[in-house]
């Protein structure tokens, strides 16, 4: 019975320790996030405004520059993309706050390193349908916009879409800029334009069907290109 009692007594000791080592642990891991999360502000400071308290365009030429990108480099939006930011050219503190943690970036230094990163999450197919989408919500400046003008979305098409659709991003341009019946696009249309890349033969339009349920702009612009073509 003492052996028994010796054994219960080494367990209890034992579980005693795992608990006060896993409390430790709790402990420094948190004391470690409060510490990366006050970088992250500092960081978030070096840039913002501080009668409105928050990143302002001026701000972001200031962070580009840092990071030495341009601001009308992509990853600077796919950066507004990974902190959800409502307002174009702004970050507030809790976006930047949001986006700075899932990078693991309390540094300037490490937000660099993070960006080849974050352009290679971006184009995975799961997450650069909700970069797209966003693109275009990201454009709608005003209160219950919808659309955007016809210049701005040829920019911005170029931007996010050019690398992969490099062809069919040149001509839908060229269209948009020839054609007079258009001078805003809306949401519906620009999401189309993008299936109409993956889902469509280009240039044949062999198995595109005006049939189906496509933006009347893209069936305009077939038969613009299907004129072109002679």
């Known amino acids: ?4 009692s010796s054994r219960k007594g080494q367990t209890n000791s034992t579980a005693s320790n795992n608990s006060l080592a896993a409390d430790l642990f709790r402990s420094a891991s948190g004391k470690a996030a409060t510490k990366e999360m006050e970088r992250i502000d500092g960081l978030f400071y070096t840039y913002a405004n501080n009668s409105s308290g928050m990143i302002e365009p001026e701000g972001i030429e200031t962070l580009c520059s840092d990071l030495e990108v341009d601001h009308t480099d992509v990853r600077i939006l796919m950066l507004a993309w990974k902190m959800k930011a409502e307002k ?8 930047w706050r949001r986006g700075l943690k899932a990078l693991r970036a309390d540094t300037i230094t490490k937000l660099k390193k993070a960006l080849p990163e974050l ?20 454009c709608l400046t005003e209160e219950k916009q919808k659309s955007v003008d016809t210049e701005s979305i040829c920019q911005l098409l170029d931007l996010v879409l050019g690398s992969q659709f490099r062809a069919q991003v040149d001509y839908f341009v060229e269209y948009l800029r020839a054609q007079i ?3 805003v696009i809306n949401m519906d249309q ?6 109409f890349c993956n889902e469509i033969s280009f240039p044949d339009f062999d198995n595109y069907d005006s049939e189906l349920a496509w933006p009347l702009i893209l069936d305009n612009f077939v038969d613009w290109m299907k004129a072109k073509q002679g």
């Open 190 to 195: 620009w999401m189309g334009f993008y299936r």
């Open 119 to 138: 352009e290679k999450e971006v184009k995975r197919l799961s997450n650069f349908v909700d970069f797209y989408s966003y693109a275009f919500r990201y």
């Open 88 to 95: 174009q050219a702004y970050f507030t503190q809790e976006e």
């Open 181 to 183: 019946d258009y001078k």
């Open 1 to 4: 019975m003492r052996r028994s």
